[in-house]
């Protein structure tokens, strides 16, 4: 990063996973910045959902397992709605597949709000 008057840079020069900051000035200091960190937590990511069977058969059912109430929406390869809908309850769900056979995605986000997880499926 460059200003008028300073150049600065970020790198973990410490090597404690955490970067930090150092910044020279016009008139020839550097001032360091260290980096610290408070309350940070690594992400869970959640898995995404399974799906049986895949390749699916266009017009026919996949089952999924869903753990709480999820909306559900089908993709094609151009990011084109093809259909979604609600499930309202943790269930193992029979969700019917596309009627054209090809490549879509399927989302799955929970009701309450939350991560978006996108998974491939054949439909033949």
């Known amino acids: 990063m460059r200003g008028l008057r300073s150049s600065g840079t970020l790198g973990d020069a410490n090597a404690d ?18 980096g610290t960190a408070v309350g940070i937590a690594s992400p869970v990511q959640p898995m995404p959902p399974v799906i ?3 390749p699916a058969r266009a017009g ?3 089952c999924l397992e869903l ?21 309202q309850q943790a269930v193992t769900a ?3 597949a596309p009627k054209t056979p090809g490549l879509y995605l399927l ?11 996108t998974v491939r499926v054949v439909v033949q």
């Open 67 to 87: 753990q709480q109430p999820t909306r559900l929406e089908w993709l094609d390869l151009r990011g084109r709605s093809v259909f979604a809908l609600g499930v």
């Open 52 to 54: 049986a069977p895949n």
């Open 94 to 96: 029979s969700l019917p």
């Open 60 to 62: 026919g059912f996949i």
């Open 17 to 34: 996973g955490i970067p930090e900051l150092v910044v020279g000035i016009q008139n020839g200091g550097l001032r360091w910045f260290s």
């Open 107 to 117: 989302t799955t986000q929970p009701a309450a709000g939350g991560m978006i997880q």
